[in-house]
Nanobody, 117 residues
Framework: EVQLVESGGGLVQPGGSLKLSCAAS????????MSWARQAPGKELELVSV????????YYADSVKGRFTISRDNAKNTLILDLNSLTTEDTAIYYC??????????RGQGTQVTVSS
């Protein structure tokens, strides 16, 4: 059974940073591209970032480019998203997915990121 468990969300002030983690199990993690997606209140699910199976090739949405960094540790079956220079527009539930797209049948339960002063 595919399991994806996100952690690391929380409340942070504008300009602050967070590190999100996703623990994966139930499949060969190193064989799949992985993504982070987010959904803000009243908005559609948005693809934030993708990393290929080897961790070499990445994609970022324009809205986060230069501020977020995706990485993975295939030895630990872990996906990471470093969030920096956060703004209120980054407030959302962040999901780890086993796809190179936002819509995916395999995703975690999400972790809430709230950016507020």
């Amino acid at each position: 059974e595919v399991q994806l468990v996100e952690s690391g969300g929380g409340l942070v002030q504008p300009g602050g940073s967070l590190k999100l983690s996703c623990a994966a199990s139930g499949f060969t993690f190193s064989a799949y591209s992985m993504s982070w997606a987010r959904q803000a209140p009243g908005k559609e699910l948005e693809l934030v970032s993708v990393v290929n199976s080897a961790g070499i090739s990445t994609y970022y949405a324009d809205s986060v480019k230069g501020r977020f960094t995706i990485s993975r540790d295939n030895a630990k079956n872990t996906l990471i998203l470093d969030l920096n220079s956060l703004t209120t527009e980054d407030t959302a539930i962040y999901y780890c997915t086993r796809c190179a797209s936002a819509t995916c049948p395999y995703r975690g339960q999400g972790t809430q990121v709230t950016v507020s002063s």
